[in-house]
């Protein structure tokens, strides 16, 4: 195959009429050798998956012919694969769209600028290729492509020389190259990652491709329809859709952290702050800088007690606590099977007030059932409605519970009415758990309000050991007056005076329990109950307000600190990998305890190009001694080369003992990473950062290979090759610098041989639009 | 007078002083530093003082161009010094003594591993040999020997202290202590109207008005060039021109690399910016940042009032400075702490700032440090 394509060189570039088109595309076709009818047989194989369809070439002809016949040429036409562009430039055999004048022309500048590649580098199979398809005004650009070659293309399209142009999408990206007309050749792509349509942004970017400023008045984009017909909703979507949300790619790297911690102008943490990733957090930043002046200046109520020493602060800590305690263990208590057998319905119970700051007696009226599983329960609420007298402490008890206090006051002496209206249909069936009132229901009775709520077990502060006989069906199937004024009026017997409860049950006597944590936790409580009592403010009579006003202050503070925090930098996103970041540079020496950067560090911060920790640990593990300075470039190239599924390199001994050496340290780092909570998979961390696919090119490039030969080895594009030894020329020479800054003068020689011995030819030709042609 | 500053490279770091005491050492410590021992004869009863105090234009300060320090002790004062130096290399640790070297030692290595040979190592007849004096450093496989009082070597990001000893096409030429001048190009400094722009002609011929000869100025090691010379900027408020105090000079390993070189010791109202070259600088407190605008943009203020330091603050930039004369002169390394404690020191004691280069401090302030060490290597071993 590849002798078949030699011979077709020179045939090509013989031939100065494009229309002799067989052997030349087959010269170009080196990469994958097949002639042009295994060439549309591979297409079809491609297409496979949306359907047979016919040939490249037919497919082609008739839009090119198309566009012709109405002058709407030059074309960008839009493939998203390298493999496409090339496959579908090589299906137009048959097509010659440029005049002679131009075809001397394209000959003139193609010689001239070929001119300076040395003798087999001008007989490379991609640069005869591209000069049949350009003479026939036919041209590829990707990034598999030789750079000069791409700049030959991009020089003779902005010339207007060439009409049909297959690219990808990397020419409507760097290169000001418009054209009148541009064809998308699908409307998917595979980004590396999977098969998408489209965003916007991208059809935007290339659609605009099409009119030339000054040229024409309307740029036409055309969308190819293969076998199946977009949907609407998908192209409105594309032409029109909202464009891609940025998003930050701001990617914190050991360099930038080293170069940062040298220079003492800037800390890390101000360029993470300004970072577009912490944008939208630093913008509301001078508003909450505001906030929190203005909250700092606000005076803070001070609580004047009324007993001298305030202990209110004191207090309320206690009270907060203890509220914990009771808490959990009344959880526990209702959890326990015991206490289910006190919770009967005539029980006595203390029950958590909605206004938090009063408890209120009650008695289990109903027991949970399957169909509520709430204690129904009737609670004194301590005040009379039709008394006039209202204590003012329940007052303001009132006034927080808004709802309730409504219904409280508009509805007083209605009372009957609602009776009537809700209570009509008196049931007349016998406990049959039938609630014909409504919860809560609210009514006063012999002076003193009451009401019948459901409420969670929770809620029952505690279990009394009095108990009384209730009505139960009176009280909820049948509401009758009468009976709810009995009942309130036992329930105020039971009270021995105002405000005290009946004894409650003990929680470890009489409800035996026995769980160590909780009687421990339980004795707590009781402690702290005590001493709660002890305090001061225990009984006096601002007690209500002031807990109030250190609930406010509570909740100023608790903002306050909020909002420092989140103006501070342990609130910045990227802060915690920051952090596990340091430390791993603190463990492996680059920096000491004091973030002063050391030696190691210091050679970090020279490596650019290639993963900066791999490097530098190579380079101070001494790995690249042992090696000739061919061989220390062929390893070095896997800092820098990219293209992830590449065919295997057959290595020599030597080279493949290089490959492990430096293979184990990417993961040792990776490992040491992980262990710093930096989120770095070691396998992943080795395999993203080394890349071996042309350690085994680069070495016989910098053998004296000639360029034909290492293309030969590999099914990695010319482009990327060139690409990679460009890269490679740089890391050399921060390698040579890291060695001068370790004064190693072997190494510094070493690197500076190897730089030589990879500058040369076409590689390092000089790009056309510096010299000029 | 001086005694050869290249003499034995003592880890510990004040070696020289030994050396500059040794006459009137009895027999203490094994000296075999004779490479390149080339003292002009024994030393008299005079301390090695690299810190010169240099005039500085337009400071307050306008004091001798050069100043050695002089001492006399008296026999109580030198048998205190002495047990104080003592103690202090006694104190010093073991490990950092055991990797020092001088020219021409051979230095142990494992010829397994192979090892990289780093800055002032050599190959002889298959051994290591060290080419500088100072202590081995080892970083995974290499070797190499971090020179103790060698000249300053810039590294990328050091803040220093220099002079401008010669004003040239865009650029400023400054002495800063390197084996060669450093170069302060006009484009890698903030203009005075703080507008990001190219620089024409006309601020090229202004340059005069930025600094001028003999100005003292503080700014960032930028990187080499391709030439090899070294480059600066300054391009930062708080770059630039100092002013109104003292530039002492000691030598450059005296001042360690730390995450702050610019000191504002707010109690003094005074500036003290520590000079990785081992150029320090004592001067008044400026403000920079955008307070600055707005004391441009206060009117009124003549001059003269502007231009007034008080003397308050002048006398204390004197006793900083003589502070730091003194560590230098004992060869302690000089951290803000310990320049702090030393000032202190010798207000607590009732010293005259003149007294302070005297005898009696010297000695007291050589026997507190020792006692320091002494206390942070109880501290640290009790914390083991």
Known sequence: MKPGSKAGTPAARAGTQGKIPDTSSRGRDQKNPKNHHANSAAAVVQQSTSGPRRSESSFWMPLINNLLKKSLVPVVIFCFSKNRCDKSADSMFGADLTSNSEKSEIRLFCDKAFSRLKGSDRNLPQVVGIQSLLRRGIGVHHAGLLPIVKEVVEMLFCRGVIKVLFSTETFAMGVNAPARTVVFDSLRKFDGKEHRKLLPGEYIQMAGRAGRRGLDNIGTVIVMCRDEIPEESDLKNLIVGKPTRLESQFRLTYTMILHLLRVEELKVEDMLKRSFAEFHAQKNLPEKEKLLLQMLCQPTKTIDCIKGEPTIEEYYEMALEAEAHRESITEAIMQLHSSQQFLTPGRLVVVKSKSDDDHLLGVIVKTPSAALKQYIILVLTGDCMSSAIVPSSSNQNEKESGDFKQGYFVIPKGKRGMEDEYFSSVSTRKSSGVINIKLPYKGDASGMGFEVRAIENKEIMSICTSKIKIDQVRLLEDPSQTVYSKTVQMLIKEQPDGNKYPAALDAIKDLKMKDMLLVENYHAYQRLLKKMSENKCHGCIKLKEHIALMKEQKKYKDQLNELKYQMSDEALQQMPEFQGRIDVLKEIHYIDSDLVVQLKGRVACEMNSGEELISTECLLENQLDDLEPEEAVAIMSALVFQQRNTSEPSLTPKLADARKRIYDTAIRLGNLQREFKVPVDPEEYARDHLKFGLVEVVYEWAKGTPFADICELTDVSEGLIVRTIVRLDETCREFRNAASIMGNSALYKKMETASNAIKRDIVFAASLYITGI | ?384
């Not at chain 2, 290249?6 to 050492?25: D, Y």
């Not at chain 2, 930028?222 to 000691?250: P, T, W």
């Not at chain 2, 003149?354 to 026997?367: K, R």
Request: proline share 4%; hydrophobic share 40%.
């Open chain 2, 1 to 384: 007078m001086r005694v050869s500053s290249e003499t034995r490279p003592n880890p510990s770091g004040f070696g020289h002083v030994l050396l500059g005491f040794l006459p009137f050492r009895t027999s203490a410590l094994p000296l075999h530093a004779t490479a390149c021992y080339s003292g002009e004869g024994p030393a008299p009863l005079r301390a090695q003082c690299a810190s010169s105090a240099y005039l500085c234009s337009r400071g307050p300060q306008r004091a001798g161009a050069m100043r050695d320090l002089q001492l006399s002790l008296n026999q109580t004062q030198r048998v205190r010094l002495e047990a104080a130096l003592h103690e202090l290399q006694s104190l010093a640790p073991a490990a950092a003594a055991a990797a020092a070297v001088t020219v021409a030692d051979t230095i142990p290595v494992n010829d397994e591993d192979n090892i990289l040979k780093g800055h002032g190592t050599s190959d002889q007849d298959g051994e290591v040999v060290a080419t500088l004096c100072g202590v081995v450093e080892r970083v995974n496989k290499l070797v190499y020997v971090r020179t103790l009082r060698a000249r300053y070597k810039p590294e990328v990001g050091d803040i220093i202290v220099g002079r401008v000893i010669e004003i040239a096409p865009k650029r400023w030429r400054l002495e800063i202590n390197f084996s060669q001048d450093a170069v302060l190009m006009l484009s890698s400094m903030s203009l005075p109207d703080g507008i990001q722009r190219r620089r024409t002609a006309v601020d090229e011929l202004n340059m005069r008005s930025i600094f001028e000869e003999n100005d003292v100025i503080c700014a960032e090691v930028r990187g080499f060039q391709h030439d090899g010379s070294l480059h600066l900027q300054a391009r930062s408020q708080k770059y630039g021109k100092l002013e109104r105090g003292q530039l002492l000079i000691v030598p450059a390993y005296l001042v360690k690399r730390r995450k702050q070189h610019f000191h504002h010791l707010e109690r003094y109202d005074v500036d003290l910016i520590l000079g990785c070259n081992g150029f320090i600088w004592v001067g008044e407190h400026v403000v920079v940042g955008e307070n600055t605008d707005k004391i441009e943009d206060k009117p009124a203020l003549s001059s003269e009032v502007e231009n007034f330091t008080p003397l308050e603050t002048r006398k204390h930039i004197c006793r900083l400075a003589n502070a730091v004369r003194v560590l230098s002169a004992l060869g302690f390394t000089l951290t803000v702490e310990l320049i702090i404690e030393t000032a202190e020191a010798s207000v607590s004691s009732n010293v005259e700032i003149n007294a302070m280069l005297g005898a009696e401090f010297f000695v007291h302030t050589a026997e507190a440090e020792a006692k320091r060490r002494a206390d942070l290597l109880r501290k640290k071993s009790g914390a083991r």
